[in-house]
Every structure is written in structure tokens, then in C-alpha cells.
């Protein structure tokens, strides 16, 4: 069953990295190849309400997130974290199956999708502005090995065509978040 352990604990990783990301870097690339650090940011913090909107309502949010990079972007995406940790925290949320754009699922495996989500991208935030990707170690693993029983090759391919890319070899002694991230299909 799922909990919202883990997504508080992402959303923290990735506030830090928010935190350091300066407005001189928003057309900067990122390794997700269709995304400069701007789009990144917006995915990030507009993902927040996603996530908070399904769990509230059963129904992913078919809108899309205003652009978050002109005002308080740590404030906002905190605010919106803080909204989805309550949303998947109330009672029935767990089991409630909530529509997504890519299938039903209940709450207690969308809240660890959404928990990898956060973390991961708040990995690609990291790399594409010189920060440290070396991210909640024990969080990484579990991420990694949930994503090494989840994800399936039919959901690989190229960028903008697939949700991951092809796995990346990633040395053993790499951080965990990096290999996480390589499994996901990023570049080292």
C-alpha cells in the first residue's frame, strides 16, 4: 500500500534543488532533450497541482499549469507539495482510482508515480544547473528498484515519444540517484 512518506520526502529533495536555480538559467538545456530548465521548472511545480488534483478528484487536470518561473517558484511549488501530500493523505485516497492521461490507477500506485516523478525530475533540474545529483541515496534505491519492477521495455523510446528513454549503463559506484536516473533513460 502506498503512503505519502516517500512523496514528502521527494518533494523535499527537489525543493532543495529548486532553491538554487536562478532566473539566468531558464534557457539553459536540461537532459530531458525537449526541455530547457524554464519548461523543467513548470513541469515541476505545475506537476505538484496535478498530482493534487487526481488525488482530490479521482480525474487528472486536462489544463495546463500557468508559467511559474516569473514569481515565487520555491513558494509555489512548496505550496502545491504541501496540497498533494494532504490530498493523497486523505481518507480513500489510497484506494480511490484515479483516471490519468495514461490509464486507472489507484492512489496507492499513482502517489509512488508521482513520488518518482518528483524525484527524478528534481534529478534532471539538478544535473542541468551544476548541482550535486547526488540525492537521497536510500530514497534513490527504492526508486530504482520499484522502477526496475514497473517499467517495461514497450515504454521506452525516443525522446518525446516515450516516457523513458533507453536504459543509460551507469557504474555500480555511481550516486543511487544517478543510476536511477540512467535507468530512466538519462544521460550521465
Known amino acids: 500500500m502506498g503512503s505519502t512518506d516517500n512523496l514528502e520526502r521527494a518533494f523535499a529533495s527537489t525543493a532543495k ?15 530531458c532533450a525537449s526541455w530547457d530548465v524554464r519548461a523543467l521548472v513548470n513541469h515541476i511545480v505545475g506537476s505538484t497541482t496535478f498530482f493534487a488534483v487526481a488525488a482530490e ?17 520555491v513558494g509555489t ?9 494532504r490530498a493523497f493523505g486523505a481518507e480513500g485516497a489510497m484506494e480511490k482510482v ?22 527524478t525530475h528534481g534529478w ?8 550535486s545529483t547526488d540525492l537521497d541515496p536510500e530514497l534513490a534505491e527504492q526508486f530504482l528498484a520499484g522502477a526496475k519492477i514497473a517499467i517495461p521495455e514497450s515504454f521506452r523510446g525516443p525522446d518525446g515519444q ?6 543509460v549503463e551507469a557504474p555500480d559506484s555511481a ?9 530512466l533513460g538519462r544521460s550521465l
Not at 516515450?162 to 536504459?167: D, K, N, Q, S
Not at 543511487?176 to 540512467?182: I, N, P, T
Open 175 to 183: 550516486p543511487a540517484a544517478d543510476r536511477l536516473a540512467a535507468f
Open 17 to 31: 534543488v529548486l532553491a538554487n536555480v536562478s532566473a539566468s538559467q531558464f534557457d539553459d538545456p536540461t537532459p
Open 57 to 73: 478528484t479521482g480525474v487528472a487536470p486536462t489544463e495546463s499549469a500557468p508559467d511559474a518561473t516569473g514569481g515565487d517558484v
Open 162 to 167: 516515450a516516457p523513458f528513454g533507453p536504459v
Open 98 to 119: 484515479m483516471r490519468l492521461p495514461f490509464g486507472e490507477l489507484p492512489g496507492a500506485v499513482f502517489v509512488n508515480i508521482a513520488a518518482t516523478d518528483a524525484f
Open 77 to 85: 511549488f512548496e505550496a502545491g507539495a504541501a496540497r498533494a501530500v
Open 124 to 131: 534532471d533540474l539538478a544535473r542541468a544547473t551544476g548541482q
